[in-house]
């Protein structure tokens, strides 16, 4: 299968593109530039996600895409408007107008980062966006479910946690999603021939996870890392507490900006 790789050059690309290669896909990548470990025979074309006129020649030929392009982490309006939302809309519409069959999205846990952690959501529940950044993935998932509807594409968003070789905190014990297990969620995204509009959580096997990922396990995720392997280590560690990141999902996307002070709860 002729896959595009969007934000080839990004830290979760560095450590997905062997294990996708491995898993019998051609792979097109693609960023603003190169990724500094790009391997003799990698095919790297680069594009502006943004420059609407420049994605036709990207998505020429290709089956499906594995868009992980796009501002990562909360950042200013402008910036995320640019590369999240209207790269995501420019990516999709050139998708469909070359044809392109089927589209993973790195969606992220932040579409529902204000939900309590002691609370189990699935993904039909009501989204509760902790950011500017949960508000444009939230974007790129309704934006899928309009291609997939109207247009036939089969689209299959990722609500991403913590892509990381080990959980590196607490409130990744419950998030965290080894390398692996993702290829395993994008391959299912790709290849399985029952997906039409499908939104899964992106973790590994963790035992103190806040989300019900029954709807990934339907179409056989078998996530094969478990976080509470890692536990022990995770909780010698001394955090600070915040009580507003504390007490919601998304964490310290939760308390940045946030009006209430440290130590106030929200009324
Ligand atoms: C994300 O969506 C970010 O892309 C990543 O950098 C992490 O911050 C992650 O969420 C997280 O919630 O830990």
Excluded at 15 to 22: F, I, N, Y
Excluded at 124 to 129: G, H, I, N, T
Aim: glycine share 8%; aromatic share 8%.
């Amino acid at each position: 299968m002729r896959v595009l790789l969007t934000g080839a050059s990004g830290g979760v690309a560095r450590m997905l593109r062997p294990l996708l290669a491995a898993s019998g896909l051609q792979l097109r990548l693609s960023d603003l530039q190169p990724p500094d470990d790009l391997q003799a025979g990698e095919d790297f074309m680069a594009a502006d996600l943004a420059d609407a006129a420049a994605l036709a020649p990207l998505v020429r030929d290709m089956e499906a895409i594995v868009h992980l392009g796009g501002h990562s982490v909360e950042g200013p309006w402008a910036t995320i408007l640019k590369a999240n939302i209207e790269g995501c809309y420019n990516l999709y519409e050139a998708a469909f107008q070359a044809g392109v069959q089927r589209i993973v999205f790195a969606s992220s846990n932040h579409v529902m980062g204000f939900h309590e952690r002691g609370d189990k959501v699935d993904a039909e529940r009501m989204l509760r966006p902790d950011s500017r950044y949960g508000v444009s993935k939230a974007f790129g998932e309704a934006l899928g479910a309009l291609y997939a509807d109207k247009f036939g594409l089969r689209i299959t968003n990722l609500r991403i946690g913590n892509v990381a070789p080990a959980p590196v905190d607490r409130r990744r014990l419950a998030i965290w999603l080894h390398p692996e297990d993702l290829c395993q969620l994008i391959l299912i995204g790709l290849r399985h021939p029952d997906i039409r509009y499908e939104t899964f959580y992106g973790m590994s096997d963790n035992a103190r996870a806040w989300w019900d990922n029954r709807r990934a396990q339907a179409f056989g995720y078998r996530p094969r890392h478990r976080s509470e392997d890692h536990a022990a280590r995770v909780l010698a560690v001394a955090e600070a507490p915040d009580p507003i990141a504390d007490r919601f999902q998304g964490g310290a996307f939760c308390s940045q900006e946030h009006p209430h002070p440290p130590g106030v709860p929200k009324p």
